[in-house]
């Protein structure tokens, strides 16, 4: 539906082009030309500017400033103003990549026309056009007081504002965005209520055991989780006062939050004719080429199947998208590094009070539905040592092996701020394909300051926990 | 010299042992005994636990308690008490590892004597006899008032307080200990002197940038670091007062701390009749295994070579003692674990003041010494995104590749707490030998409020800017 407007509303504006033009039109010509500004846009820049030292490389993207997009939530409380919160130009300036603030609404051949009137020609395209809130078919959910989580200054300023005036603040969806809005609330005093459709908060990248002490870290602070349950219908206009959930439980709130996902934007690809999958985004090849010649496409934007699993995942991450940026960047003309993207691996981290919580690879959830044959290794301990050191989290690790091959696939952890490169080590480790023995010999530093101690370092304590039980079998 | 009046004494114990008993002793039988309690001999005990759940498995120490080596700094200001740093019995006990307060004066055979008189006797023999403290040629050194840093709970309760009585300390030695000790001693408000001998400090560890950092951290407190210098002299008896330097300068003390390093202890293994390097310890194979069938040795006794170099390595960690013990408690009988071991690595971290450091495998320097044709690649930004959020850190990276194999050499790390974990993500890569490429196209995590942002992640940024001096040359 949407899309149909959108290629009249294309139409109109190139005809009303063409005219102005007299019928041709100058085009400035560009070796690259990458279609938007985020992370996925700016690393592929970033890499072609390595690629080629000496060719023009334009960025165009919608918005005056570009955001950090796992800043959003933060923007609500911990950062003062959301303009805090912008991904600075710097380094593109550095790199000599032009920028256009200006959208693209037309594309014919090697041609694109922008809406300023401009016309541009490429050599090699990128698109890095992102993804849009998910919006759930939930009656109400278009009412006055309902916001979604949109990469957009203005609007999160708006949010901002609305959220200052409410007292009571209800989010649908318990996933990362969801959890961390929830956190920042609580910071700022608000009265809390989080609604998730499936059993646990983060179902998507934690296992349940995790969920409920993200839930445990909320509700110690005040808010209300409810898990398991649909919204049912939002109410009652002109601004929305309560909420429905499908239990028939009623829920007064002054604003909703609805954090549940995003979809690929999708109509520009549609536009040049690039094969799509209408849930997942534009269909790449391992080297993020679509299927029509010098066009590549990174980041939410794209189908990405799962590094382990093969499937189709829902998983969208800045992390996949500038690791696919720099691949696509590093690969425009001749593939200089061969086969660098072999699926999205889906490495997460946050904070939930004082807690930090992340994940990589498969939980037991999804390897258990996966029809993967596993062994976990679980282990606690704190993370400093001796244990009386200022400064101490307790750590819990959980890591999942494949049985035969003894592949590490996944890996959960709850613990202090260090979790957050702790996470990207087991990251390394299931790309790099190490066994459980392997993990078993690795050689790790440790300080008391730091770490926790060598003898329950819980990366290697959780994979001889595992060991143990494989022995057993 | 030593070694013989050992022999004497075991000599003439053993002579009244056999007396007592009429010429013959009954000897309990386990089927592995472990000698030393260290972070290596721990290892060994609960690994060989998993191997063998059922037959008997015993520890000797000589120590009551056992200390947490790296901990050992922190007993002089952050823990109250030398006693907080005490390595818990808790996990040999659930493990039914029989521990024995005693010391092995003898061996014959598969038998050992010990000083309370007991005879045991073993299957599988496993040596964590450990390092003792490098005294150095200095004229004074063994003067009232000079301190080693002994792994000796009440020599450390001595050291404590004699640092509360004094005002002003000197410490002989720029590694690690030395400078953890001089970062105590500030935070403790004492006047602090520290003398290296190499040009700079952490001279093993890291690259003069690195040490020149750590040398501002402390001199920005008020210590006075001398670097490239070496110590004539220690006087004046009775008790310590200055301490002559080899430039002419004289530099008035209360006391004396030598850092200077660690020895092999190899009395036993002599005693054993194993094969030994002078200075770097007990000669092992790939498995622990040592010149006699049955023994095996690991950890600080053992002679290590560099994982990267091949060469004879200086390096004592705990963490290289217990990947070797974790090693050798699987394969006492048959290789379970094959090839673990392939040479120490050197994973460090540290923490100077406000700033943590951290090194992993070659050094610039080390490189060039070792005739390795490589690439540096450095990078450097905040570790939380965007920079404006709370509890943000200065981090900087400098990694070492081979230029024509791109493997990862080594990393150098300076800062936040985060360093801890963030080097063992580079001690896994460098064992797993991942080059630059794939460093490139890595899907890490990130977080606003755990680490740098995914677009100046350091770790990948670092090895970018490595491959554009690649490509260029």
Chains 1, 2 share one sequence.
């Not at 296992?207 to 808010?223: Q, S, Y």
Request: aromatic share 6%; proline share 4%.
């Amino acid at each position: 539906m949407q899309n149909k407007s959108y290629k009249v509303e294309i139409y109109v504006t190139m005809i009303s082009e063409i005219k102005k033009s007299g019928g041709k039109k100058m085009a400035k010509k560009y070796h690259v030309v990458i279609i938007g500004g985020g992370p996925g846009g700016v690393a592929t820049a970033l890499s072609a500017r390595n690629t080629y030292p000496e060719k023009e490389i334009l960025l165009i993207r919608k918005e005056k400033t570009a955001l950090i997009p796992c800043g959003i939530p933060y923007t609500l409380h911990t950062l003062e103003k959301v303009e805090d919160d912008i991904l600075p130009d710097a380094s593109l300036e550095k790199n000599k990549i032009e920028v256009k603030i200006d959208e693209v609404i037309g594309a014919n051949g090697r041609r694109l026309s922008l809406k300023s009137g401009e016309e541009v020609e490429w050599n090699k395209l990128v698109l890095a056009i992102g993804a849009k809130p998910f919006v759930p078919p939930i009656p109400g959910i278009n009412e006055n007081g309902v916001y979604f989580v949109k990469k957009d200054i203005n609007y999160l300023k708006e949010l901002k504002e609305r959220v200052e005036k409410s007292q009571r603040v209800l989010i649908v969806g318990g996933g990362f965005i969801g959890v961390e809005m929830a956190d920042e609330l609580l910071k700022k005093g608000k009265e809390v209520v989080i609604v998730e459709i499936l059993p646990s908060l983060l179902p998507l990248s934690m296992d349940p055991e995790f969920g409920k002490m993200v839930a445990e870290e909320l509700r110690e602070r005040g808010a209300e989780v409810h898990i398991g349950v649909s919204v049912k219908k939002i109410g009652k206009g002109p601004s929305v006062k309560e909420v429905e959930l499908e239990n028939g439980r009623t829920i007064p709130t002054d604003l909703v939050i609805v954090a549940t996902g995003y979809r690929p934007n999708l109509g520009l690809a549609e536009e040049l004719g690039l094969e799509i999958n209408e849930r997942y985004g534009i269909i790449v090849d391992e080297y993020m080429r679509t299927s029509k010649k010098d066009i590549f496409a990174v980041g939410d934007c794209v189908a990405k199947r799962h590094f382990l699993t093969g499937k189709y995942s829902k998983l969208m991450l800045a992390s996949s998208a500038m690791a696919q940026g720099r691949l696509a960047g590093s690969n425009l003309s001749e593939l200089k590094v061969v086969k660098g993207f072999l699926g999205t691996l889906g490495t997460f981290s946050t904070k939930i009070g004082k807690s930090a919580f992340a994940s990589v690879g498969l939980t037991e959830r999804e390897a258990k539905s996966s029809g993967i044959d596993y062994v976990v290794g679980t282990y606690g301990t704190v993370d400093r040592h001796p244990g009386k050191l200022p400064g101490v989290s307790r750590v819990f690790v959980k890591l999942i092996f494949a049985r035969y091959c003894h592949f590490l696939l996944g890996a959960q952890v709850k613990g202090g701020d260090s979790v957050g490169e702790l996470i990207n080590m087991f990251a390394v480790m299931i790309q790099r394909k190490m066994t459980d023995m392997e993990i078993d010999t690795l050689q790790i530093g440790t300080h008391p300051l730091l770490t926790s101690s060598p003898i329950v370092y819980p990366v290697i304590n959780a994979t001889v926990n595992a060991i143990i039980k494989w022995y057993k079998k």
